[in-house]
């Protein structure tokens, strides 16, 4: 079976950082991406970030490039997003999901997950 789970969320205080998780079961990173995807109440859904299988290219909402990182440690089949210089509003729950490509319109959707993980919480708060 293919999972995804999401670790790393917290609380955080503006300008911070934190690191989060997305450890993959099932499937190997160089066969799907991982992308992230962020969600607060009564807000649309927002792709943050995506890195493709094949290449290992990088794709970033606008909101976030220049703060955020997505990677990959193809040894441990662990996906990370590094965020820096946080924000109050970046905080939303953060899902991972595995896609078989993605691109400049990560962004928005729509995306085709092939599954995604319970999220993990993050709060940018003073």
């Known amino acids: 079976q293919v999972h995804v789970v999401e670790s790393g969320g917290g609380l955080v205080q503006p300008g911070g950082s934190l690191r989060l998780s997305c450890a993959a079961s099932?499937?190997?990173?160089?066969?799907?991406?991982i992308g992230w995807l962020r969600q607060t109440p009564g807000k649309e859904r927002e792709g943050v970030a995506c890195?493709?299988?094949?290449?290992?290219?990088?794709y970033y909402t606008e909101s976030v490039k220049g703060r955020f990182t997505i990677s990959r440690d193809m040894a441990k089949n662990t996906a990370y997003l590094q965020m820096n210089s946080l924000k109050p509003g970046d905080t939303a729950v953060y899902y991972c999901a595995a896609v078989a490509v993605c691109g400049s319109s990560w962004s928005s959707p729509p995306w085709y997950l092939e599954v995604w993980g319970q999220g993990t919480l993050v709060t940018v708060s003073s």
């Open positions: 890195i493709n299988p094949s290449d290992g290219s990088t």
């Open positions: 099932g499937f190997t990173l160089d066969y799907y991406g």
